[in-house]
């Protein structure tokens, strides 16, 4: 089996959810991969095959798939049809534990939302009646795409004929339920925390473990340094916020949790090819 990435996945400014489209030229590149985030694919028309940790989903007039959190995939598209398209959808925790679950609602949609975690697999009747729906989100203000994606779940929930992957969570075996309990915290602290100082001393203490254990840990499971997935996700997010905000490079340097303003401008360079000044001009142009 192929090495495992971490995908950073960063949603953006004042956003629940991250929505991008392809069409059927596109190559996402991230190869076999995992990352905390729920995520929806929905591929209208074409064939290919969705590597689920141990288990193969092949199709051959698209697909609708839901992935629960730290689920290894990776998505081989086999062959293009003329006018394929894709929708992905992503979203952490957060949206469902502290907005939803606001609302009694939603209580059920919540329940089928942690089934994802089992990976759900939508007949074609489900997914040819949303394609249009989730298509669409990308393009829609930020109320209309919201209130469209809770339509969407709601209908995802109420289908009958879908496919869980695996019986069980533990059936997962790319991962120790242990690593990926401790990979989740990593994650959850870097999201939260990401604007503040961090160390792989503070978050191995965090984790209760020493600080040598957790690089070798963190390195094993995610392909990268500690300090190297903390600032790719901040220069992420610094561009996000360069772009979706009109706060100053310096604001937004703060923000990400840099203080040496030579430093942010030099990395930001090296992470996206123009310094934080230019992105600007060409990300809000």
């Given at each position: 089996m192929q090495k495992l990435n971490y995908e950073n996945i960063v949603v953006g400014v004042n956003a629940s959810m991250k929505v991008m489209n392809y069409d059927a030229t596109h190559d996402c590149g991230v190869g076999w991969h995992l990352h905390p985030e729920y995520e929806i694919v929905l591929v209208d028309k074409g064939a290919g095959t969705f590597q689920v940790d141990t288990k193969q989903i092949n199709y051959d007039d698209g697909l609708l798939i839901f992935l629960g959190p730290d689920v290894p995939h990776v998505h081989l598209i086999e062959a293009h049809q003329?006018?394929?398209?894709?929708?992905?959808?992503q979203f952490g925790s957060d949206f469902i534990q502290r907005q939803l679950s606001t609302f009694p609602e939603f209580n059920g949609l919540i329940k089928f939302v942690e089934?994802?975690?089992?990976?759900l697999v939508f007949d074609q009747g489900v997914q040819?009646?949303?394609?249009?729906?989730?298509?669409?989100?990308?393009k829609l203000k930020p109320a209309a795409r919201l209130l469209s994606f809770l339509n969407c779940l709601s209908i995802m929930e109420a289908a009958t004929a879908t496919n869980e992957v695996f019986s069980g969570v533990n059936q997962l075996q790319s991962r120790k339920p242990i690593d990926a309990e401790r990979l989740e915290k990593v994650f959850t602290l870097v999201s939260s925390s990401y604007a503040r100082s961090l160390s792989s001393a503070s978050v191995a203490l965090?984790?209760?473990?020493?600080?040598n254990s957790f690089c070798?840990?963190?390195?094993?499971?995610?392909?990268?340094?500690f300090?190297?997935?903390?600032?790719?996700?901040?220069?992420?997010?610094?561009r996000e916020l360069l772009q979706h905000t009109d706060r100053s490079v310096q604001e937004v340097m703060y923000d990400c949790g840099y203080r040496d303003?030579?430093?942010?401008?030099?990395?930001?360079?090296?992470?996206?090819?123009?310094?934080?000044?230019?992105?600007?001009?060409?990300?809000?142009?």
């Open positions: 003329p006018g394929e398209q894709m929708a992905v959808i089934r994802s975690r089992r990976v040819q009646r949303l394609t249009e729906q989730f298509l669409a989100l990308e965090e984790l209760g473990m020493t600080t070798r840990f963190f390195k094993i499971q995610t392909g990268k340094t300090l190297g997935f903390l600032n790719e996700y901040r220069l992420e997010r610094a303003g030579p430093y942010f401008s030099r990395a930001f360079k090296r992470f996206a090819g123009m310094s934080p000044t230019e992105a600007r001009l060409v990300l809000q142009d």
